[in-house]
């Protein structure tokens, strides 16, 4: 409740820069938040604003770089969402609050790729979420891939379902439009073939439409 209470004086009082100030101490909470086996907590720039997007961990190169999406999969990523807001890369990231379930690298299974967090691993991330989400009560929310289509919208079968659908639903007590995206990997064929490529089009056009984005980037479908 208190934090409920510091965002909503933040939106009527401190505006823009209020609730940036409130997402650095989330963010400050999230760099003292160290489990072991995992890297350094990686997280996107404080943004005040509406569009809220969820990927599902770093990867192992983003703890360099300091910031998500750094590496392959975020090239594709904001190729995608250039095609949506028709803004590139760094506009996307002053634009849009980019989180993710677990905030920092999961490590390696032993196959040698990237594991994906357990269910009580993605809980014990998922306070950050929701006070982040409290704090900007986001219009349009973009979940990116499997794990954080499951998180946001409790679906876990295939994925085809609800790529290229908008949905309304309550978030961590927000009600927000939900347009689900595949993860961009690079060692994904989901999206480059049949019905992937197709329900990846429909998602972009729905971003595109939506009257968030529109206010967001100035774009006109």
Do not use: N
């Amino acid at each position: 409740m208190a934090v409920a209470g510091a965002a909503g004086r933040a939106r009527r009082g401190g505006g823009a820069e209020g609730t940036v100030a409130l997402l650095r101490a989330v963010q400050r909470d999230i760099a003292a938040f160290r489990p072991r086996g995992f890297g350094p907590p990686v997280h996107g720039a404080p943004v005040a604003t509406r569009i809220f997007l969820l990927g599902q961990a770093p990867g192992p190169h983003e703890a360099r770089f300091g910031r998500p999406f750094a590496w392959t999969a975020g090239k594709t990523l904001f190729r995608w969402l250039e095609r949506a807001t028709g803004a590139g890369e760094e506009d996307v990231r002053a634009r849009i609050y980019i989180a993710a379930v677990v905030r920092c690298f999961p490590g390696k299974t032993a196959g040698g790729g990237d594991r994906v967090p357990s269910a009580e691993e993605c809980a014990r991330w998922r306070g950050f979420a929701a006070r982040e989400i409290e704090i900007l009560r986001p219009r349009l929310v973009l979940p990116v891939g499997r794990l954080a289509i499951q998180e946001v919208l409790g679906h876990a079968g295939p994925i085809a379902e609800v790529v290229g659908r908008k949905t309304r639903v309550h978030y961590h007590g927000v009600e927000t439009d939900v347009i689900p995206l595949p993860h961009p990997s690079g060692a994904s064929t989901w999206f480059k073939v049949e019905p992937g490529r197709r329900l990846l089009d429909e998602a972009l056009r729905l971003i595109a439409d939506h009257p968030e984005v529109v206010r967001t980037f100035g774009r006109q479908g």
